[in-house]
């Protein structure tokens, strides 16, 4: 079920602010307005709705920009801990998302892909290395990552059965 949230809002001259609802995949789902009173209200002028909504529903809803899906993988090398985030429609979503499911401190965001199909992977090792890479399939992510760890002097390299499967925009 997705959730609706009054993503823009638009002060206009009669009084009330125009806003567009949004689903959480930053889709379009209806135009609202909020009157002097605080009440909101399902926009009944289609007219004005069609001009305003046309206005506004590019940059409130993330339309119009760059469709290709993005990805990031954030690591607390430290304590050997990371994540992977894809299909995001930004790349500051996708690299938030990653360091709070990373969910320490530590966290740095160290990887940043984009593409259909484009991959992300991460591999730890028993020393405490570890390595990330991109590709254009899990299995030559996973072992571009493998080598990148052991280019960092990892030894006995592995991707962690932890991670999220989905690695793939």
Do not use: H
């Not at 009669?14 to 889709?27: E, M, P, S």
């Not at 920009?65 to 304590?79: E, K, L, Q």
Request: aromatic share 6%; glycine share 14%; proline share 2%.
């Amino acid at each position: 079920m997705s959730r609706v949230f009054f993503c823009r809002q638009y002060p206009t001259t009669d009084g009330f602010n125009f806003g567009l609802a949004c689903d959480n995949q930053k889709r379009w789902v209806i135009e609202l307005r909020q009157t002097s009173k605080g009440e909101i209200q399902v926009l009944k002028n289609w007219k004005l709705g069609i001009v305003l909504a046309a206005a506004a529903v590019l940059g409130a809803c993330g339309g119009g920009g760059d469709p290709t899906p993005r990805g990031a993988i954030a690591v607390d090398a430290g304590n050997s801990v990371g994540a992977i985030v894809v299909s995001y429609t930004s790349q500051a979503e996708a690299n938030g998302d990653a360091l709070g499911e990373c969910g320490l401190a530590g966290c740095s965001v160290v990887l940043e892909f984009s593409g259909n199909g484009t991959c992300g992977s991460l591999a730890f090792s028993s020393n405490g290395a570890y390595g990330v890479a991109s590709g254009s399939s899990k299995e030559e992510a996973d072992t571009r990552a493998v080598q990148s760890c052991a280019n960092r002097g990892g030894a006995s390299c592995t991707i962690p059965t932890s991670l999220r499967t989905q690695q793939c925009n």
